[in-house]
């Protein structure tokens, strides 16, 4: 789990791009980041060297899903 997301999961922390990065750096299949993710947070992961992401609701709210 990346970043706050609404549906709280007890003892999960939120681990942040950090450790995405680190685990896409040592990690030789692709990795999607998943937990709190929306079309602002995507970049983020991507650039930590994320193959994509998984997200729910960061689609089903935004108006411009395909920008």
Wanted: net charge positive.
């Amino acid at each position: 789990v990346i970043f706050e997301d609404r549906v709280l999961k007890k003892g999960v922390a939120r681990q942040g791009c950090g450790v995405c990065q680190r685990i896409c750096q040592k990690c030789p299949l692709p990795v999607y980041a998943i937990g709190g993710m929306n079309m602002q947070r995507l970049p983020l992961v991507i650039d930590a060297g994320a193959a994509g992401c998984c997200m729910m609701s960061g689609f089903m709210q935004t108006t411009k899903p395909l920008q």
